[in-house]
Structure formats: structure tokens, C-alpha cells
């Protein structure tokens, strides 16, 4: 296997870690995935963004306009990834450098100079560990600009959507969407679209972010009688839903920010970090048997 490809692995639990985009490309419990496998052929970094999960560092999501205002500086970032928008931040796009691995843990860094445009300089760590069943993510960037700028955290997984998949998660509020997938209006979340007692993702497009996340997430797939239990610290208390029409996936995201929060009221949850500060997030993924539950 590649230097480039990581594998951890318990007997029970399976990650595959690439360094490129520090992502995971598959994770399986029993054989069993519980994310969607990277499906191109070879490292992931051959086609960005089709990784079983990737981070959002320094921030998630687009950023209207390529620019923002901060303490009357406007600062301004180029297109990074085919998108009109500059999206999903520096991470998932550069090679990540291994600082340790063993069976069941590894610890992935990237250092990121600021290059213009970007006023963004920062060091990101990602911690990965499997303890009996479950997977601890840790994500963390440290401010390295000599000034203050907002910054956020957050994962794009990549989940397995059957006939029968089904999410429960509860959150405050609804955002819809409007023209370049960005966030539109915030409201009481549609009754076909609130997940706090389980509900079954819908076929149709959906492309949606929920504030007020109380950090608990299970998603089942009884075909299988599988479920995975997915927990987040703070401040990761926000989560994009996104799914194409009659897609095989679903991308439940958990982020510590609004898409778009640069244009937000108190930067959309956004951190406003000075030179060397830093922010932590960390989420783990927990599967187990639904029968076992019963």
C-alpha cells in the first residue's frame, strides 16, 4: 500500500486516511461501510471532493462575492476549486504531512502560508483514533496571520443513503437556498425536513443548513442493522444537509459555522481568532447493531 494511504484498523472498526486532503476515503465496521467509499481509482487527490469525508479548514462552505469586510478591511480569496465561489477552505485541496501513526491512530498536519489573495496563514492538525468501536476525530487550525480573521471547522462525510436509510438530528433552525447554492433565509425547519423524531432523507435535492445543533446525530441503515451514532463537541453545533436527486449518499456535515457566515450576523458563528489563537473541534463516529439496542 501507498505511504500515501493510512489505514487504521481494530478488527472491528476500518478507517483509510489519505494525506491528500487529510480525508478519510472509506470506513467500514465488520465489513460493512459506514461511509460512502472514494470511488476513483488510486489517491484521492486525483479528483477532490469524491473522499468518503474531507475538512473544512479554515473555513466551510462558499464565500459570496470572494471577499469580506473585517474592522473595515476587505480581504479577498481567488476561486479555488471550479466553483464561482472560493469553497470548502484550503485543507481538502494540499497534502497533509503524517506526524504519527500506529494500528489505530494517526495525526495529520498542514501548514498554510498566506498566498495572495488570501490573507490566510494557519497550522491545522486532524487526530484520528479508534478506541473499541468508535472513531474520535479531533480537527484543529491555529491562527498564523498577524492579524485577526475569522475562522471556522467542519467535515464533508460522505454517508450510504438505502430505501430504508433514516437521520435523527435536532436543531433550532432552517435554512433555505438561493442562486449559487448559498444560504437564503433562516425559519422553523419544514415538517418533512426536521429530523429531531427520525425521518427518512427525501429523494429530491437538498442542499440545506440547520442552526441550533444539539450535537447528537444517528443515522440507521436497517437493511443492514446498522446504525451510527454521531456526536460533536462545541462548537460544532451547526450541519449542512446536502444530497443530489435519487443520489446512492447523503453528506450530513457538521460545522462550528453557517455557510456564508463572512456576510452574517456575528459571522455566522464564525471565530474571530487572533494572531495564534486557535480552534478545536471534535466529532466521533460511533457504529453498533440496531438489534443490539433493542
Not at 172 to 182: K, S, V
Not at 237 to 253: I, V, W
Request: include cysteine; hydrophobic fraction near 35%; charged fraction near 15%.
Amino acid at each position: 500500500m501507498s505511504g500515501d494511504i493510512l489505514r487504521l484498523d481494530n478488527g472491528a472498526l476500518s478507517i483509510e486516511l489519505s494525506r491528500f486532503g487529510g480525508s478519510i476515503l472509506s470506513g467500514s465496521y465488520h465489513g460493512v461501510p459506514i461511509l460512502r467509499p472514494t470511488r476513483t481509482e488510486g489517491l484521492a487527490s486525483q479528483r477532490h471532493g469524491t473522499e468518503a469525508s474531507f475538512p473544512f479548514v479554515p473555513f466551510g462552505n462558499r464565500l459570496e462575492g470572494n471577499a469580506f469586510t473585517l474592522s473595515d478591511h476587505r480581504f479577498a480569496l481567488a476561486p479555488n476549486a471550479g466553483d464561482p465561489c472560493y469553497l470548502h477552505g484550503d485543507g481538502w485541496l494540499a497534502a497533509w504531512e503524517v506526524i504519527s501513526q500506529s494500528e489505530t491512530a494517526a495525526c495529520l498536519r498542514y501548514q498554510h502560508g498566506s498566498v495572495g489573495p488570501s490573507p490566510y496563514a494557519y497550522d491545522a492538525l486532524q487526530h484520528f483514533s479508534i478506541i473499541g468501536d468508535r472513531l474520535t476525530v479531533t480537527l484543529s487550525v491555529t491562527n498564523r496571520s498577524a492579524f485577526a480573521l475569522p475562522m471556522g471547522l467542519g467535515h464533508h462525510p460522505f454517508f450510504p443513503k438505502t430505501a430504508g436509510t433514516r437521520l435523527t438530528a435536532k436543531a433550532d433552525r432552517f435554512w433555505t437556498e438561493r442562486a449559487g447554492h448559498l444560504p437564503d433565509q433562516s425559519g422553523p425547519i419544514p415538517g418533512d425536513l426536521d429530523f429531531a423524531g427520525g425521518n427518512q432523507i427525501p429523494p429530491h435535492w437538498l442542499n440545506n443548513a440547520y442552526e441550533g445543533w444539539d450535537g447528537q446525530a444517528v443515522i440507521e441503515w436497517p437493511e443492514h442493522d446498522l446504525c451510527l451514532e454521531i456526536e460533536a463537541e462545541p462548537p460544532l453545533r451547526h450541519f449542512m444537509l446536502y444530497t443530489p436527486e435519487d443520489a446512492d449518499f447523503f453528506c450530513f456535515e457538521p460545522m462550528t459555522h453557517l455557510p456564508n457566515g463572512h456576510h452574517l450576523p456575528g459571522f455566522g458563528g464564525l471565530a474571530v481568532l487572533q494572531s495564534g489563537q486557535s480552534l478545536v473541534g471534535t466529532m466521533t463516529l460511533t457504529p453498533r447493531l440496531i438489534s443490539e439496542g433493542r
